[in-house]
C-alpha cells in the first residue's frame, strides 16, 4: 500500500504535539488562583459576619419590584415580563444605546434562612438565556450565593448580586425597599 510507511512517523508527531501540549497546560495551569477572583466577602457566603447571614425578609413580589425597579434606574426597557412565583422571577429588558446597548435578562432567585443559591440556578438560567441573544444574564438574590454558583457565574456573561450588592444599589438609586431594609447596612 503506497505511503503506508509515512504512518508510523505521523503518529509519533501526533504524539508528541499532544504530550506537549499536555505539559503546557499543566504548566501554565499552576498559576491560576485555587479559589476564584470572583469570591470574595462581598459575594462569598462563608467569609460574611454571621449577622448578616439571614437573608433579606422579602416576599418573591417584593425582590422581583426592587428588581424591576434597579432596571428601571439603569434606564433599561423592560420587553417582556416572563414568570414570577414563589422563588423565581425574570423578565428580559433592553438598552437601547447604540454600540453599548443589548438586551439583557434578570432573575430574582428568593432564599429563605440556611439557603444559597445554588449552582444549578445559574447554569439553567444561563441556558435558558443565551439562546435569546442575550448580552448579559443578571441574577439577584435577597441571600448569598454558593461558592460554585460564584464561580459559575464568572465563567459566564452574569453578573450575581447578593444581599449585600442589592442594598447597595438600591441605596445607590434611592430604590424603595420593603420593610426595614432601607439601610444599606443592614
Known amino acids: 500500500m503506497p505511503g503506508a510507511g509515512l504512518l508510523g512517523p505521523i503518529f509519533v508527531l501526533v ?20 479559589v476564584p477572583r470572583a469570591i470574595s466577602p462581598e459575594s462569598s457566603f462563608r467569609d460574611v459576619p454571621s449577622e448578616e447571614r439571614l437573608p433579606l425578609p422579602w416576599s418573591s413580589e417584593e425582590l422581583f419590584n426592587v428588581m424591576v425597579s434597579l432596571a428601571q434606574a439603569l434606564e433599561l ?4 415580563m416572563q414568570s414570577l412565583d414563589d422563588v423565581y422571577g425574570s423578565f428580559l429588558a433592553q438598552d437601547l444605546r447604540p454600540l453599548v446597548g443589548g438586551r439583557f435578562a434578570f432573575r430574582s432567585v428568593r432564599v429563605r434562612e440556611g439557603e444559597l ?38 465563567d459566564r456573561p452574569m453578573e450575581l448580586l447578593n444581599r449585600q450588592d442589592l442594598l447597595a444599589w438600591a441605596h445607590k438609586f434611592a430604590i424603595n425597599m420593603p420593610g426595614k431594609h432601607a439601610d444599606p447596612s443592614a
Open 77 to 80: 426597557e423592560i420587553t417582556e
Open 117 to 154: 443559591v445554588d449552582v444549578t440556578d445559574i447554569i439553567s438560567f444561563h441556558d435558558e438565556f443565551k439562546v435569546e441573544n442575550i448580552k448579559k444574564g443578571i441574577v439577584f438574590t435577597n441571600g448569598y450565593f454558593s461558592e460554585e454558583a460564584v464561580f459559575q457565574g464568572e
Open 15 to 34: 504524539l508528541l504535539m499532544l504530550g506537549a501540549g499536555i505539559v503546557i497546560n499543566t504548566l501554565l495551569g499552576r498559576d491560576r488562583d485555587v
